[in-house]
């Protein structure tokens, strides 16, 4: 069974960079037929997509934070990563990591989330 | 960016049926698929690919997409199904991952 697992600071200051990683057990991040990805949900509303990164390394991002973001992947950890930078108290929330599936791309696999708060 | 809505909230009885909609311009093209997700706990994928389900998903749940509106329904609602529900389709035009705003359903 796959499963995929948010770890990082919960905390973490505003105009800082908030780092996470994602630790995949089951799959491998060097296969084609998925791809990872990291979505977010602020207090009380919806998911948000912040990004993608491919077995070629590629990456897509929601337009709104590409500016910010960098998602990469470490295939000899098999483990990918998010960093966001100069964060503001707007970026609270819990961050889920995601495997996505190449053929239709809807989410195979969630991790539980990692609550990242944004305060000084 | 594809934008998709979602009614904020629907309410139905126990054993009555759910229908949750999902808007977009030309939806009918795309795969959507739906997530449920219960207070405090990750999201779980309920239908893909329009109208499948995966498996350990009760058959109550089924899906369909044309023209500008998909629909997610639940047949006989249980108080368990009492959860937010978001639909999702990628644009490969912007290579963009949308989700909907989400539907609280209420079992009342």
């Known amino acids: 069974q796959v499963q995929v697992q948010e770890s990082g600071p919960g905390l973490v200051k505003p105009a800082e960079t908030l780092s996470l990683t994602c630790t995949v057990s089951g799959a491998s991040t060097a296969r084609s037929d998925y791809y990872w990805g990291w979505i977010r949900q602020a207090p009380g509303k919806g998911l948000e997509w912040i990004g993608s990164v491919y077995s070629t390394g590629s990456t897509h991002y929601n337009p709104s934070l590409q500016s910010r973001a960098t998602i990469n992947r470490d295939t000899s950890n098999n483990e990918f990563s998010l960093k966001l930078t100069s964060v503001t108290v707007a970026d609270t929330g819990v961050y889920h990591c995601?495997?996505?599936?190449?053929?239709?791309?809807?989410?195979?696999?969630w991790g539980q989330g990692s609550l990242v708060t944004i305060s000084s | 960016s594809y934008v998709l809505t979602q009614p904020p909230s629907l309410s139905v009885a126990p054993g009555e049926t759910a229908r949750i909609a999902c808007g977009g311009n030309n939806i009918g093209t795309r795969s959507v698929h739906w997530y449920q997700q219960r207070p405090g706990q990750a999201p779980v994928r309920v239908m893909y690919?329009?109208?499948e389900r995966p498996s350990g998903i009760p058959e109550r749940f089924s899906g369909s997409n044309a023209g500008n509106t998909a629909t997610l329904t639940i047949s006989r609602v249980e108080a368990g199904d009492e959860a937010d529900y978001y639909c999702q389709v990628w644009d490969s035009r912007s290579d963009y991952l949308a989700f909907g705003g989400g539907t609280k359903l209420t079992v009342l």
């Open positions: 690919l329009d109208n």
């Open positions: 995601a495997r996505i599936a190449s053929v239709g791309n809807y989410l195979l696999s």
